[in-house]
């Protein structure tokens, strides 16, 4: 066991599959407004955003940007999951909107680059997957008759959101960089993943492949966010280069100890039951048991295995953490 690491060093020794000093308490994605407001009616103190909690909590810090490949007037749709694009020609005038030139912020980019020096958090970055950004052109369902009603005009976005990401990380690697990224995908609910693995193949490893090297070359984590059941996509990822996946959620039955035993040089980041938070100290205490083997095996990072849930209060939230920094010296 070693002692005294920073959040960075830390981080990179649990994904090396090294010695660490415990493991990082972590929540890997901000928490609901509606969890927020709940808190703050329980004392929670006002106007902190997502980093100063993560210090009020005594957390580990880790700081995400989320690059996005639609400028600032791009349209609002219609509804929740409708799109804009109907062919060839809608995609061509929306694209005005997307790709923007100045998509990285400089000076935050300068400021992380700073952070990140003291060693005192962990940086990283999202890019919108080969699923996910297609499906916000389109819209949810005519994304899914896309793979066959339109399948040159999906492999033409997707080339040129992997040219935008391309830049994006030249971009960014100017000032940092970053411990590790994530492809924002979601392409995986309760039943499994939302396409078969031929169109994963022909549709999105390819572009995966244009992207991984230039990561790798950097020593940039790369990790797939993806909610569900990643049970059986989980290969397939890894196929394409990517090396761990996010948040394991498990109401929709992932067991973070079989992905092990499956992929024992995959990473992954979440796996801890949420709907067990307020359920009493014994409940966590379960939960923590059953990830501990597994964590001590590095390359896991517990946390939420999504956003931690308004249906938990302030108290339970504190008792939880307590439970965690016990089980986080435990582990290693």
Same mark, same amino acid.
């Given at each position: 066991?070693?002692?005294?690491?920073?959040?960075?060093?830390?981080?990179?020794?649990?994904?090396?599959?090294?010695?660490f000093?415990?493991?990082?308490?972590l929540e890997w994605a901000?928490?609901w407004?509606?969890?927020?407001?709940?808190?703050?009616?329980?004392?929670?103190?006002e106007?902190l955003?997502?980093y100063?909690?993560?210090r009020?909590?005594g957390?580990?810090?880790?700081?995400? *940007?989320?690059?996005?490949?639609?400028?600032?007037?791009?349209p609002?749709?219609?509804?929740?999951?409708?799109?804009?694009?109907? *062919?060839?020609?809608?995609?061509?005038?929306?694209?005005?909107?997307?790709?923007?030139?100045?998509?990285?912020?400089?000076?935050?980019?300068?400021?992380?680059a700073?952070?990140?020096?003291?060693?005192?958090?962990?940086?990283?970055f999202?890019?919108?997957?080969?699923?996910?950004f297609?499906r916000?052109?389109?819209?949810?369902?005519e994304?899914?008759?896309?793979?066959?009603?339109?399948?040159?005009?999906?492999?033409?976005?997707?080339?040129?959101?992997?040219?935008f990401?391309?830049?994006?990380?030249?971009?960014?690697?100017?000032?940092?960089?970053?411990d590790?990224?994530t492809?924002?995908?979601?392409m995986?609910?309760?039943?499994?993943p939302?396409?078969?693995?031929?169109?994963?193949?022909?549709?999105i490893?390819p572009?995966?492949?244009?992207i991984?090297?230039?990561?790798?070359?950097?020593?940039?984590?790369?990790?797939? *966010?993806s909610?569900? *059941?990643?049970?059986?996509?989980?290969?397939?990822?890894e196929?394409?280069?990517?090396e761990?996946?996010?948040?394991?959620?498990?109401?929709a039955?992932?067991?973070?100890?079989?992905?092990?035993?499956?992929?024992?040089?995959?990473?992954?980041?979440?796996?801890?039951?949420?709907?067990?938070?307020?359920?009493?100290?014994?409940?966590?205490?379960?939960?923590?048991?059953?990830?501990?083997?597994?964590?001590?095996?590095g390359?896991?990072?517990?946390?939420c295995?999504?956003?931690?849930?308004?249906g938990v209060?302030?108290?339970?939230?504190e008792?939880?953490?307590?439970?965690?920094?016990?089980?986080?010296?435990?582990?290693?």
């Amino acid at each position: 066991m070693k002692s005294g690491m920073t959040a960075k060093e830390r981080f990179h020794a649990i994904m090396n599959f090294d010695s660490f000093d415990r493991l990082p308490i972590l929540e890997w994605a901000s928490w609901w407004d509606k969890t927020l407001e709940r808190w703050r009616s329980e004392g929670l103190p006002e106007r902190l955003d997502r980093y100063d909690l993560y210090r009020h909590f005594g957390m580990d810090v880790y700081y995400q *940007d989320w690059i996005r490949p639609r400028g600032h007037s791009f349209p609002k749709p219609e509804s929740h999951g409708a799109g804009f694009v109907k *062919d060839a020609v809608s995609y061509e005038s929306l694209k005005q909107f997307l790709y923007p030139e100045n998509a990285v912020n400089a000076d935050t980019w300068k400021k992380l680059a700073q952070e990140q020096k003291s060693g005192d958090c962990v940086v990283w970055f999202t890019l919108e997957g080969f699923f996910w950004f297609p499906r916000t052109l389109f819209g949810i369902e005519e994304h899914l008759y896309a793979f066959y009603d339109h399948p040159e005009l999906m492999r033409r976005m997707n080339e040129d959101l992997a040219q935008f990401h391309l830049k994006t990380i030249d971009e960014i690697c100017r000032y940092a960089t970053p411990d590790f990224m994530t492809f924002a995908e979601d392409m995986s609910y309760n039943n499994g993943p939302m396409l078969s693995k031929e169109l994963f193949d022909e549709f999105i490893t390819p572009y995966y492949r244009m992207i991984v090297p230039k990561l790798k070359e950097r020593g940039i984590r790369i990790i797939v *966010d993806s909610d569900g *059941d990643v049970s059986t996509p989980s290969s397939w990822f890894e196929e394409a280069g990517i090396e761990g996946i996010l948040p394991l959620e498990r109401q929709a039955g992932v067991d973070v100890s079989k992905l092990r035993n499956d992929h024992p040089n995959q990473l992954y980041i979440g796996a801890f039951d949420k709907m067990t938070m307020n359920k009493g100290e014994e409940a966590v205490r379960m939960e923590f048991e059953r990830l501990l083997p597994t964590a001590r095996q590095g390359g896991f990072l517990i946390s939420c295995d999504h956003q931690t849930p308004p249906g938990v209060s302030l108290e339970q939230y504190e008792s939880y953490l307590r439970i965690f920094r016990e089980y986080a010296e435990k582990a290693s």
